[in-house]
């Protein structure tokens, strides 16, 4: 039976190497914000009005994560008149195109306890501490499974 991959397992292959959690680096808000916001097609059109109201950020930080996200080559930026439109690089536009209900994406929008653990993460810029995240919710996931 092949494994069906999704957001999540994802998520986790991403963050979980090296390489690809250093390009993601301090940028890490603005990047899950673009992956669980980002519809199929990989392009997310949006300006940096309606990025500070998101993510609660001076557009300063805004551009410095966007400018590190691009010279890292996880997302190329095409500037339109007042907006802006961002496409996920491989391999991170796998997360857009994968199985859309995962039950992380679901958890991360309606589930207050992990909204409050993102914020604080975001509030810190704890990157080191995602990883650790990520495992232990699929561990929990897992649990979640047998038990049923």
Partial sequence: MEKIMTRW???????????????????????LFLAFNMKKTNKFITNYAELKENLKVSPNTLKD??????????????????????????????LVTCEQDDWAAVRIKTDVKVKRVLDKLSSHDNMSLLPVIVELAAKVDRLEKKAV
């Avoid at 397992?9 to 990047?31: H, S, V, Y």
């Fill in 9 to 31: 397992n994802l998520l986790q292959d991403i963050t979980m190497t090296k390489d690809t959690r250093e390009a993601i680096g301090k940028a890490w808000p603005l990047f």
């Fill in 65 to 94: 994560w966007r400018n590190h996200l691009v010279q890292n080559k996880v997302v190329q930026v095409i500037k339109g008149n007042g907006s802006m439109s961002m496409v996920l690089l491989s391999p991170y536009d796998s």
